[in-house]
T-cell receptor, first 115, second 114 residues
Framework: QQQVKQSPQSLIVQKGGISIINCAYE??????FPWYQQFPGKGPALLIA?????SEKKEGRFTISFNKSAKQFSLHIMDSQPGDSATYFC??????????????FGQGTILTVHP | KAGVTQTPRYLIKTRGQQVTLSCSPI?????VSWYQQTPGQGLQFLFE???????NKGNFPGRFSGRQFSNSRSEMNVSTLELGDSALYLC?????????????FGQGTRLTVV
């Protein structure tokens, strides 16, 4: 019940295209859903995050769509650029209970944007 | 504002040895969490410290331990190293996961056990 399932494992898009990465979760106590971007040799960097009280959040070219009833959320990268080529992780956490500080991560998606 | 600093960046240790990794959180952040990242298992939660107290622990053997100091800096220790402990160890800091869950990661310590 603690899993977060992420798909696809890898994604190749052309420059200017839209990249879409999907995640699904089981634990209904999760109430915070961040996305992280990781470049080789670096730690994950917080990209954008959403709470379940909104269905969509947009920051620049990055948008999170959230479907509470389906227990799914997705990251959309508009106008994808070669510099976006990285590994993307979705994650989830719950603020209550005893799950202090624990982020449950998806398995990651390797995004390659061709010029 | 300085980010999360982890030292050392790289370590090579022999099986059976022990190792200590260090993490300095963002100034003002009181929570530090540790994660292990491997190609096979992905990012897995080790433990979380807040105000010098361990509040949460993941499913790792007792060889993995940690502590937090009064200035919020944290260390993690792995004793009796095994080959399977080779991984990127990441720490993340946040103000307080319950109130402000945004977690910021350091660059990690790459541990290789030979």
């Amino acid at each position: 019940q603690q899993q977060v399932k992420q798909s696809p494992q890898s994604l190749i898009v052309q420059k200017g295209g839209i990249s879409i990465i999907n995640c699904a979760y089981e634990n209904t106590a999760f109430d915070y859903f961040p996305w992280y971007q990781q470049f080789p040799g670096k730690g994950p960097a917080l990209l954008i995050a959403i709470r379940p009280d909104v269905s969509e959040k947009k920051e620049g070219r990055f948008t999170i769509s959230f479907n509470k009833s389906a227990k799914q959320f997705s990251l959309h990268i508009m106008d994808s650029q070669p510099g976006d080529s990285a590994t993307y992780f979705c994650a989830a956490s719950e603020s209550g209970g005893t799950s202090y500080g624990k982020l449950t991560f998806g398995q990651g998606t390797i995004l390659t944007v061709h010029p | 504002k300085a980010g999360v600093t982890q030292t050392p960046r790289y370590l090579i240790k022999t099986r059976g040895q022990q190792v200590t990794l260090s993490c300095s959180p963002i100034s003002g952040h009181r929570s530090v969490s540790w994660y292990q990242q491997t190609p096979g298992q992905g990012l897995q939660f080790l433990f979380e410290y807040f105000s010098e107290t361990q509040r949460n622990k993941g499913n790792f053997p007792g060889r993995f331990s940690g502590r937090q100091f009064s200035n919020s800096r944290s260390e993690m220790n792995v004793s009796t190293l095994e080959l399977g402990d080779s991984a990127l160890y990441l720490c993340a800091s946040s103000l307080d996961p319950g109130q402000a869950p945004e977690a910021f990661f350091g660059q990690g310590t790459r541990l290789t056990v030979v």
